[in-house]
């Protein structure tokens, strides 16, 4: 029978004392998100699909991100400690509930497909009571190991109780299973104390369910899609991993990458026709990238719409809430943040646009600062359309550049322009005739008198 729904319940297991950081193991990030969000992202949705995360009681951090993740999800405290099963049964009220599937899960396996969920429940559906997530370890010391005979899975054997026999086998045990939901608490209620410290394991599962006189199935997959994550090595491992998938998504989707190894992407980044990524650029999450824009070397770009044909640096900095249309060009070392820039718009080096509204086909000359802050509060610039702002000056917020205005280079404005106006702000130039040989006549006097 096909399943009809399913219950996932995702494992935030772990105080994460390994990565030696204060913040929750599963919050950590990559590839622009937590490595919760990326399980959260991958168990099943929709209708008849109910998610229960079970977190620890110091961790409201780590509630805030489901709630963020997956509004849909009710979350349960485990409060002991005690193993993988009394985790999951943590979600007891969930699980009475009842569903014809029953999907475990784990929040620091970030790289666990949604396609490899599906593929656990297939087997559930044609009879089986346990389906079991498997992988060939290059090297599995450590891992417990998936002892099949025939096309059944007869035990999960820990690698310090396996024989030598069972430590040469390599195909390992993931920890994720899928359980037949009428079956399921029943299961799990007879997993019994693995161990001197009183634990429950969802390893125990397999024997129980052969007990039962029901069956116990593995699936495989690769050893990247489970890796685990306990330390910041294996977090750089994962990431690495991550890269190099979201990379190949790109290049499969069109985007040139001239030095795809160089170029790191968020997970949620996405690419019109014909877009070029340029050498060492940082995509950060939130960033959309339209047909035939350039992004070129050494920028970073995080919270950012880019729209047709724009270009980007080299040696940009895109911060959230940028916004350029089409055909608009940020040159190198330009920084914004949360500002619109219409169709056309130039701001070509050496500037900083920030809280800004910039009308299309507008210049922006080398040097221009829009000053947002006044120590207290942030304000904002509005430039019209067709409007130059000369080199060096700087636009004091709150402030409005009108349509077609011109602002002469090295100016300070602090009062609105008006449509098609000019406006220059500078102090007289006062040029001293013969000035420049007396300043020097008059210090070579000073340090010869302080040698002497």
């Known amino acids: 029978m096909t399943a009809r729904s399913s219950l996932t319940v995702v494992l935030a297991a772990g105080e994460g004392t390994r990565m030696r950081s204060s913040l929750p193991k599963v919050l950590h990030p990559m590839a622009g998100q937590s490595l919760l969000a990326h399980v959260l992202d991958a168990a099943p949705h929709g209708a008849g699909a109910a998610l229960a995360v079970v977190i620890g009681s110091d961790h409201k951090a780590v509630a805030d991100e489901v709630a963020r993740m997956r509004p849909d999800a009710a ?10 099963a009394h985790a999951v049964l943590a979600a007891r009220e969930a699980l009475a509930r009842g569903a014809d599937d029953l999907l475990v899960a784990f929040g620091d396996t970030p790289l666990i497909s949604a396609e490899t969920f599906a593929r656990m429940r297939a087997p559930l559906a044609k009879g089986a009571a346990l389906t079991v997530l498997g992988f060939r370890a290059a090297d599995p010391t450590g891992y417990g190991r998936l002892l099949i005979e025939g096309d059944r899975l007869v035990a999960i054997r820990e690698h310090a109780d396996a024989s030598a026999a069972e430590r040469k086998v390599t195909l390992c045990n ?29 390893v125990d599962a397999v024997a129980i369910v052969r007990d039962m006189g029901l069956e116990a199935v593995v699936i495989e997959t690769s050893e990247d899609e489970v890796r685990g994550i306990n330390t910041k090595a294996q977090l750089a491992e994962a990431e690495a ?5 979201l990379r190949k998504a790109a290049l499969d989707a069109g985007v040139t990458l001239i030095a795809p190894e160089t170029v790191h992407l968020a997970a949620d980044t996405t690419f019109g026709n014909d877009v070029t990524i340029e050498p060492f650029v940082v995509i950060g999450p939130g960033v959309t990238i339209a047909d035939g824009a350039v992004i070129h070397s050494f920028s970073h770009i995080v919270q950012a719409s880019i729209g047709k044909k724009a270009s980007v640096g080299p040696y940009a900095r895109l911060r ?3 916004s350029l249309g089409d055909g608009a060009r940020i040159g190198n070392f330009v920084e914004t943040k ?41 304000h904002k610039t509005l430039i019209g359309e067709g409007a130059f702002v000369g080199t060096n000056s700087s636009l004091v917020a709150p402030v409005k550049i009108g349509n077609g205005a011109y602002i002469g280079s090295g100016s300070v404005i602090t009062k609105d322009v008006p449509d098609d106006a000019l406006a220059v702000e500078r102090s007289p130039q006062n040029n001293r005739e013969g000035g420049a040989a007396r300043y020097r006549e008059m210090k070579t006097r000073a340090k010869a008198k302080k040698d002497g």
């Not at 979350?75 to 993988?84: N, S």
């Not at 809280?355 to 000053?371: E, K, L, Y």
């Open 174 to 202: 993931a920890g994720v299973m899928a359980f037949d939901g009428s079956k399921a608490l029943a299961i799990l209620d007879r997993i019994g104390k693995a161990n001197t410290k009183g634990e429950y394991y969802l």
């Open 320 to 322: 959230p809430g940028t």
């Open 241 to 245: 991993v991550m890269q190099a998938r």
């Open 338 to 378: 949360a500002a619109i820039l219409e169709a056309g718009v130039k701001v070509n080096h050496l500037s900083y646009i920030g809280d800004a509204h910039i009308g299309a086909n507008s210049n922006i000359g080398a040097g221009v600062i829009t000053c947002n802050y006044d120590g207290f509060l942030k």
């Open 75 to 84: 979350t349960f405290i485990q409060r002991e400690r005690l193993g993988t």
